[in-house]
């Protein structure tokens, strides 16, 4: 068993033992759950949802839409155009 202390940002350090057995490495991700009385720690693979050639698509229709949009200031200016736009 080793013993580990909580850093006041609430941090823990995971023995190098553990780290080693398990195959962590810098940055990874875990779930945190508790049973019972224990703190579980369960590393977990997150997939990026789009690609990087579907992320670019996104950004270039959206530098197409701010093209046409128009700033408005709060107030009277922003409630016309809500009611230009839902009309």
Known sequence: MTITKLK?????????????????EPNEL???????NY????PVKVEPYYT???LQAIDR??????IKTQAVKP???FSRAIKKITQ
């Not at 703190?39 to 369960?42: A, E, S």
């Not at 229709?61 to 701010?66: L, Q, S």
């Open 61 to 66: 229709v959206v530098a197409k839409e701010k």
């Open 30 to 36: 875990f779930t945190v759950d508790v049973e019972l």
């Open 8 to 24: 006041t940002k609430n941090q823990l350090t995971i023995p190098s033992t553990v780290v080693k057995r398990l195959h962590l």
């Open 75 to 77: 107030g009277e200016e």
């Open 39 to 42: 703190i579980k720690l369960t």
């Open 52 to 54: 990087v050639e579907e």
